[in-house]
C-alpha cells in the first residue's frame, strides 16, 4: 500500500487519475455523454458526474476522473443550487411571492416517468426559494434544495398553486456541494489544458482546470488517520479508534472521509463510533481510496 503524494504535490498524471473538474455544461448533450467524452480525452478508464442533467440544462457538473469515481457518492451528501425560469399559463398573480415562499419546504415529490429512480413519493426539501424578477408570464427562480430535487415538478406544483398552471423554461445549475459557478471551466478550457501539457510540457492551465479529488470532499465531516491506520484500511480493514489523529464534529451514521496526515484522502465510511474513545470501531469502510 502507498499513499498518494499531497494533493498539490501531484504530477499531472496522478492528477488526471485522481481528480475533479467542475464543468459547466453545455445545453445539447446528456451529463452522460459529457463524462464519456471526458473519459475519453483525458485517457482514463472511468469519469462520473455529479448528478444528472437533462441534455438541455446548463451550469455545474463536476466530473470525476479515474479512481476518484469511487467516491460519487459525496455529491448526494450537499444540496444543490439552481436559477429557472417559471413559464406561467397566464398573468401572474398579485400574491406571487407569498405563493412562491409557500414552496420553501420539505416537498412531496414523484420522479417524472423518464427519470433515472424508481417513480415513488418521496420527500425533499428546499431550503431557500427566491422570487428575483417577473416579466410578463415568467418568473426568474433562485432555488437552493436538496440532493435529488426535480425543479420541473417544483415549476408544475407552483404553477398550479397560482391558479394559472405553469412548467420550467430554462435551467442552469449554479452549485452542487462544495462547487459553485465561480470556479467552473468549460470543456474547451480541458481540451485546451490538456494539449498544452502533452504539446509543450506547460501544466499550469491543466492544473487550474483539474483538481485534486480531495477538493470534492470539503462539504463532508473529515477524520485524520495515521499511516498505519491508512495501511490497515488499504487491506480492508475499518478505522478503529487508536488510529484517530483528530475529527470533525459529526453524528453516528453520517458519511465520513478519512485523511491520512499529508492531506491525501484514504476512504469514505460511516461514523459508527466515538473518535475520542480509547477502543472500539470508529469508521466502517464504504469506499477505499488508496
Avoid at 428575483?132 to 398550479?160: F, M, N, P
Avoid at 475499518?238 to 475529527?247: M, S
Wanted: aromatic residues 6%; negative net charge.
Amino acid at each position: 500500500m502507498s499513499l498518494r503524494a499531497p494533493p498539490d504535490d501531484r504530477s499531472p498524471e496522478e492528477l488526471l487519475e485522481f481528480g475533479v473538474v467542475n464543468l459547466d455544461k453545455p445545453p445539447g448533450p446528456s451529463a452522460h455523454q459529457v463524462a464519456a467524452w471526458i473519459r475519453d480525452e483525458v485517457g482514463v478508464d472511468q469519469a462520473a458526474h455529479s448528478g444528472t442533467l437533462d441534455p438541455k440544462v446548463t451550469g455545474c457538473l463536476p466530473v470525476l476522473l479515474g479512481d476518484a469515481t469511487r467516491m460519487a457518492q459525496v455529491f448526494l451528501e450537499g444540496a444543490k443550487e439552481y436559477v429557472t425560469v417559471l413559464e406561467m399559463h397566464g398573468t401572474p398573480p398579485s400574491d406571487l411571492d407569498a405563493t412562491v415562499a409557500e414552496f420553501e419546504a420539505p416537498l412531496y415529490q414523484k420522479p417524472p416517468r423518464k427519470s433515472a429512480v424508481s417513480r415513488r413519493l418521496r420527500v425533499r426539501e428546499v431550503y431557500d426559494l427566491d422570487l428575483l424578477e417577473v416579466s410578463g408570464r415568467q418568473a426568474l427562480l433562485d432555488v437552493r434544495c436538496e440532493s435529488g430535487t426535480y425543479i420541473r415538478k417544483l415549476c408544475h406544483d407552483i404553477g398550479l398553486a397560482t391558479g394559472t398552471g405553469g412548467h420550467m423554461g430554462h435551467l442552469r445549475r449554479t452549485a452542487t456541494d462544495p462547487f459553485n459557478d465561480s470556479t467552473l471551466h468549460t470543456l474547451e478550457d480541458l481540451w485546451d489544458g490538456l494539449a498544452f501539457y502533452r504539446e509543450d510540457g506547460d501544466d499550469s492551465w491543466l492544473r487550474d482546470v483539474v483538481l485534486p479529488a480531495e477538493r470534492a470532499l470539503e462539504h463532508i465531516p473529515q477524520v485524520t488517520i495515521a499511516p498505519s491506520a491508512a495501511e490497515q484500511v488499504a487491506n480492508g480493514a475499518p478505522v478503529y479508534a487508536p488510529g484517530v489523529i483528530e475529527a470533525d464534529d459529526a453524528e453516528q451514521g453520517d458519511l465520513v472521509a478519512c485523511f491520512a496526515p499529508q492531506g491525501s484522502a484514504v476512504c469514505l465510511g460511516t461514523l459508527v463510533g466515538d473518535p475520542d474513545a480509547d477502543a472500539g470501531e470508529v469508521v466502517a469502510l464504504e469506499r477505499v481510496l488508496v
